[in-house]
């Protein structure tokens, strides 16, 4: 199972995902870093929220309510530039 989940990963991401440790300079060696997987634990613990929100009460409005504002606070939460 491990060999086909390597292969599956091999084709579908591109060659500079593939490394645990990209290079320094590449844009994607952040999402590695201890504080990126902070600040993404946090934006899913706000989604999963918003998300049981948007179930307990299923209307367009409200969920466009939640929506909207949430993904927003999301990049701002990610947003990497000083």
Do not use: Q, S
Not at 24 to 43: C, D, L, M, N, S
Not at 52 to 76: D, H, Q, Y
């Amino acid at each position: 199972m491990p060999i086909l989940m390597l292969m599956l990963r091999m084709a579908v991401l591109p060659h500079w995902m593939w490394h645990e440790e990209p290079d320094e300079k590449h844009f994607y060696h952040r999402t590695f870093t201890p504080r990126y997987r902070a600040k993404r634990r946090i934006v899913r613990t706000l989604w999963l929220a918003a998300g049981l929100l948007m179930l307990c009460n299923p209307v367009l409005p409200f969920v466009i309510l939640i929506g909207l504002p949430m993904t927003l606070l999301g990049f701002v939460i990610l947003d990497e530039t000083r």
